[in-house]
C-alpha cells in the first residue's frame, strides 16, 4: 500500500480526482492484500509458496511462471482457496496469466525472428523483478472495439484497438484504450495485452503478444507517459 501511495494520482470516479488510497478502494485493496497475509499462512503455504526457475528462491504463486501440471493444479486450487476465503474474486489471477503467455509468446517470436530480437530475455529481465519484489500486475486486455461487426483496420477510428504508432529504437510508441481493466487501480504494472489474434497482413499497426508487454504502469506513474 505504500508503494501505491506513491504512485501519481491518476484515478477518477465520477467526475473526482482519487488518490490510490481512497476509501473506495479499501475493498480492493482487503481483498487483494489477502494475497500477502497468507503467504506464510500454514493452512495456504504449500499452494502460494513455489520456487522460481529464474533464481531459486521461494516466491509467490501469483508472480511464477507455471512448468508443470502440478503447478498448473496448484495454482487453480490457491485460487479456489482463496476466493472461498475473501467470498468472491482474489482479483490477481489475470496478470499471472498474462505473464506466462508472454513468457511463451516471446521465447516462440524470438525462435521465428531467428535471433533478430530479443523479446523473451527483455522479458525474463521485467519478471525478476516482478517475482522479487512480488507485484501484481494487471492483464489490460479489451479493447474498445467501435463497431464490432468491422476488424480492427477497417475501424473508422483506429485508437478503437490499441496499435502502433511509432517505433524507436528504445521501443514503441502506442495509441488507445483497454476498457474494464479491474485491479488496474491496485496494480504495480499493466501487462497489455491482444483482445484476440490479429492479421499483420490487415492491421500492420496491432499489437501482438510478443510486443505487448509495457510497463504502463510503472512509466505513466512516473510521469514518463503523457495521455493524449
Not at 73 to 91: A, F
Not at 150 to 177: F, N, S, T, W
Request: hydrophobic letters at 35%; glycine letters at 6%.
Amino acid at each position: 500500500m505504500k508503494d501505491l501511495g506513491k504512485m501519481k494520482s491518476n484515478l477518477y470516479y465520477d467526475g473526482r480526482e482519487l488518490d490510490r488510497l481512497d476509501d473506495l478502494q479499501m475493498r480492493c485493496l482487503d481483498t487483494i492484500g489477502t494475497t500477502f497475509e497468507v503467504f506464510d499462512n500454514p493452512e495456504f503455504k504449500d499452494l502460494i509458496q513455489v520456487k522460481s526457475h529464474l533464481t531459486g528462491d521461494i516466491i509467490n504463486r501469483f508472480t511464477h511462471i507455471h512448468h508443470s501440471t502440478d503447478d498448473l493444479h496448484k495454482k487453480q486450487d490457491m485460487t479456489r482457496k482463496l476466493c472461498q476465503k475473501v467470498g468472491g474474486c482474489i482479483q490477481r489471477c489475470m496478470g499471472c496469466d498474462a505473464a506466462n503467455a508472454i513468457y511463451n509468446v516471446s521465447y516462440e517470436a524470438d525462435k521465428i525472428n531467428k535471433g533478430e530480437s530479443n523479446y523473451h530475455e527483455n522479458f525474463k529481465k521485467w519478471l525478476l523483478r516482478f517475482q522479487q519484489e512480488d507485484l501484481i500486475a494487471a492483464g489490460a486486455q479489451t479493447d474498445v472495439k467501435g463497431d464490432r461487426i468491422k476488424r480492427p483496420a477497417d475501424q473508422l477510428d483506429p485508437d478503437m484497438y490499441v496499435h502502433v504508432v511509432e517505433r524507436k529504437k528504445d521501443g514503441i510508441v502506442v495509441v488507445g484504450c483497454k476498457l474494464h481493466i479491474s485491479e488496474a487501480s491496485v496494480s504495480d504494472e499493466l501487462l497489455v495485452i491482444p483482445t484476440y489474434r490479429q492479421n499483420c497482413a490487415a492491421f500492420s499497426g496491432a499489437i501482438f503478444g510478443f510486443l505487448i508487454m509495457y510497463l504502463l504502469s510503472l512509466s505513466f506513474n512516473l510521469g514518463l507517459i503523457k495521455s493524449r
